[in-house]
């Protein structure tokens, strides 16, 4: 079954810097990418998501890169901000009946003004 | 528009004990999921219905069993609740199937004794 790794697990960053984050798969059959945003106290909420037909997607400052071949994905959020401090998850999927969506273990962002 | 709700925000047990956890949603969505959060392990899917009538066991079933009672809600019961289901439970739907945007719920706190 598919398996996703993220890296790193804390992220510590100043406000203004860049923040990435990496996530591998291991299901070369994946084909949906998505990343959650979960702040304290509240469930996941979806701040960007990327198909295997596309090689990166941009909303504002937040960017999704995928490398099929080397079976990663990356999400870049620019110009910090303290309110992007968060737990950030990535997840891959296949589109097939019975198959689930599985979550990297998630990345603590700190943003410090 | 609320959303995805769930009901209790937060509960204590003692080990054997039941307890039936709620979620409702009040987009339409056909499908409906159930993880739970534990620290360091992401999010873990436990059980999920596709569509109104179906069911299906996901990566942790073991201990829980589900009702999906009509399209606006799906129920997660511990019959014998175990310190190992200590976490926190989301309920998340979508539209249709894993590859669209899940929208979770607040979740509930439980602590097993």
């Known amino acids: 079954g598919e398996n996703v790794e993220q890296h790193p697990s804390t992220l510590s960053v100043q406000e203004g810097d860049s923040a990435v984050i990496k996530c591998t798969y291991s299901?070369?059959?994946?084909?949906?990418f998505p990343w959650y945003k979960q702040e304290l106290g509240k469930g996941p909420q979806l701040i960007i998501d990327?198909?295997?037909?596309?090689g990166e997607k941009k909303d504002q400052r937040i960017a999704v890169t995928l490398n099929k071949t080397a079976k990663h994905f990356s999400l870049h959020i620019t110009e910090t901000q303290p309110e992007d401090s968060a737990v950030y998850f990535c997840?891959?999927?296949?589109?097939?009946?019975?198959?689930?969506?599985?979550f990297g273990k998630g990345t603590t962002l700190s943003v410090s003004s | 528009n609320a959303g995805v709700t769930q009901t209790p925000k937060f509960q204590v047990l003692k080990t054997g004990q039941s307890m039936t956890l709620q979620c409702a949603q009040d987009?339409?969505?056909?499908?409906m999921y159930w993880y739970r959060q534990d620290p360091g392990m992401g999010l873990r899917l436990i059980y999920y219905?596709?569509?109104?009538?179906?069911?299906d066991k996901g990566e942790v079933p073991n201990g829980y069993n589900v009702s999906r009672l009509n399209k606006r809600e799906f129920s997660l019961r511990l019959e014998s609740a175990a310190p190992s289901q200590t976490s926190v439970y989301f309920c998340?739907?979508?539209?249709?199937?894993?590859?669209?945007?899940?929208?979770f719920g607040p979740g509930t706190r439980l602590l097993v004794l």
């Open positions: 987009m339409n969505h056909n499908s």
């Open positions: 299901d070369s059959a994946s084909n949906y």
């Open positions: 990327i198909r295997s037909n596309v």
């Open positions: 997840a891959a999927t296949v589109n097939q009946a019975g198959t689930a969506l599985i």
């Open positions: 219905s596709a569509s109104e009538g179906t069911t």
């Open positions: 998340a739907s979508t539209a249709q199937g894993y590859r669209e945007t899940q929208y």
